[in-house]
């Protein structure tokens, strides 16, 4: 059984990946690597599926581009683990998904992370405060954006 989900989240990750250049490709090689993903390449998967930074910018930058955005609260680093409910609230706000009542009377990570499981977009544990995978990045991105292509 859970070899069925790993055919579809190859070919989306493959999908994802043919569309970017040498530069997210070695952020999708290096989250792919990481037990726990770090903030930096996870804001430039994300900032840069929409758009928000070049793709040929760094990790760094798309800190920044997060910071100077005022996206989320507090200082992030580069290198430190990213949150499941920080993933799933970038996301939300960088794809301009609609929430669900809760999330749309207090937008955050907790509510992002919890609309995110209603939608089933993660898998196990949906509490806001654990860290992901690389992995999880990549799938959590591209079942999102596959989700919002088949919106209207």
Known sequence: MRRL???P???VFV??????NAQSNQVVDRLLDQKVASFGDAAYMILSAAGTVPQDASPADAVAAVASAKLLAGSHS?????TLG????????TQKMKGGLLYMIFPGPRYAARE????RLVRGNAHPGRTVTGEEVIRIL???????GGQS
């Open 5 to 7: 989900h790993v055919i």
């Open 9 to 11: 989240t190859l070919i």
């Open 15 to 20: 999908l994802f990946a043919a569309s970017l």
């Open 78 to 82: 580069e290198t430190q683990p990213i």
């Open 86 to 93: 920080e993933l799933c609230y970038l996301i939300m706000e």
């Open 116 to 119: 995110f499981a209603y939608l």
């Open 142 to 148: 591209g079942d999102a954006l596959d989700l919002k």
